[in-house]
């Protein structure tokens, strides 16, 4: 399981409250060190960690929140970053100290719908007391746990973490499922250019394979200039095909108009991010004006090449089907937006492979609050291309949308 499917669980608290302690006891293994200094974490530790009868998660640990000096608040902001990211949050007190530095992580829970556990850390020297309990209890801690290195007993810990880590953080809907069933045959179009990794496929290639398999279905892969031969060798019909949205042109010449054709990115884009909002939102390219400043979100991070597909190739095309001049900015990974999102006409999201969910959501909920349009990479690739409708009508079918994508 990659770690975009896996649940991420975040240790918060102040410095040497012992968090660095606790995700050890957790890992079983000594992955953050452990110091009587306060502050010794600075960037948050993150370790894949297997819970017996639950399965992987993604276990991170952050700065104290408490922190000080200019070196210090940035740690506080990364920390207060990785609220974002979690499905399930751990908030370590110690000494029944519980204050402003507390409330402050739990509101940034509450604003993110992070549900959280709290572990009393340092029993052998102060036990929980009954009006520290029942602030946590106030405050909406689904748990309050107890914890001393002295005598660790991790499994209470653990069979919280499984009570109460959300379902959806966990739970794997299939990508095609709602378009496939068994013996269907699906063909995938792969080109293999400068941009695809060495020996390998790139993810949301894999993963389409992999649930074809799993939906018990047939799952042919082809290169973009094979197309044409193989379907008039075999006369074989596929029930649906998805091609790498930067060969669209071709593979809709290619693909008979009654066979339904998608992409990758826009697989991605119905299975992990809002569907609805990048309908309505896409059509947004046709009335982008000069000056109009266009976000990209690319949500990993991998060399740019010199036709990169963010940084190059969309621009490029939304600048030629606009014909405005226009301003891209291109973010990697989950970094932080420059500037208000206000600031932009226009937020275009990658698929979304290496993140959770729940991450891409959160990515894209500040923009569909301020009533900014977004859209996906495929999705925008499609539309400047023209073949959009053809391109999301399998999902847009699927989702029942009142959007008027047409």
């Not at 990785?82 to 204050?99: E, H, R, S």
């Not at 208000?340 to 609050?369: E, F, S, V, W």
Request: aromatic share 6%; charged share 20%; net charge neutral.
């Amino acid at each position: 399981m990659g770690r975009e499917r896996r649940p991420h669980i975040g240790i918060f608290g102040r410095r040497n409250n012992g968090k660095s302690t606790l995700i050890n006891f957790l890992a079983g293994q000594d992955i953050a060190i452990v110091s009587d200094v306060a502050g010794t974490t600075t960037d948050p530790v993150k370790k894949s960690f297997e819970i017996t009868g639950f399965g992987p998660v993604i276990l991170i640990d952050t700065a104290g929140i408490d922190d000080t000096g200019e070196l210090g608040k940035k740690r506080i902001t990364k920390t207060n970053q990785i609220i974002k990211i979690i499905d399930l949050a751990v908030l370590v007190i110690a000494q029944n100290t519980f204050g402003d530095f507390e409330l402050g992580l739990i509101d940034n829970f509450n604003k993110q719908n992070i549900p959280f556990i709290t572990i009393h850390n340092k029993e052998d020297i102060e036990i929980l007391n009954q009006q520290t309990t029942d602030l946590l209890k106030q405050y909406g801690s689904k748990d309050i746990l107890h914890f001393s290195n002295c005598k660790a007993n991790i499994e209470p810990i653990v069979k919280s973490i499984k009570i109460t880590i959300p379902e959806s953080a966990y739970t794997t809907p299939s990508l095609l499922g709602d378009l496939i069933s068994y013996g269907d045959i699906i063909l995938l179009i792969t080109p293999i250019d400068i941009e695809a990794p060495e020996g390998r496929l790139i993810l949301p290639q894999v993963q389409a394979i992999r649930d074809i398999l799993d939906n018990d279905a047939v799952c042919i892969v082809l290169k973009e200039r094979e197309v044409d031969a193989f379907l008039r060798k075999t006369g074989i019909k596929p029930k649906l095909v998805v091609t790498d949205s930067q060969v669209f042109l071709k593979a809709g010449a290619s693909i008979p108009s009654d066979i339904p054709l998608t992409s990758f990115s826009i697989m991605l884009a119905h299975f992990k991010g809002n569907f609805n909002a990048y309908l309505k939102g896409t059509p947004k390219i046709s009335e982008l004006v000069d000056g109009d400043k266009i976000i990209l979100l690319e949500s990993c991070t991998h060399h740019s090449s010199c036709d990169d597909i963010g940084r190059v190739k969309i621009p490029r095309w939304i600048s030629n089907f606009t014909g405005k001049k226009l301003e891209f900015v291109v973010i990697a990974g989950l970094d932080e937006i420059p500037g208000k999102i206000t600031d932009y006409a226009l937020l275009i999201q990658c698929g979304g492979c290496m993140i959770t969910p729940k991450q891409l959501g959160n990515r894209l909920q500040p923009a569909i609050d301020a009533g900014i349009p977004v859209t996906n990479y495929g999705m925008a690739i499609a539309y400047v291309q023209g073949i959009y409708n053809r391109a999301v009508a399998p999902f847009a079918k699927t989702e029942n949308s009142s959007i008027d994508y047409l």
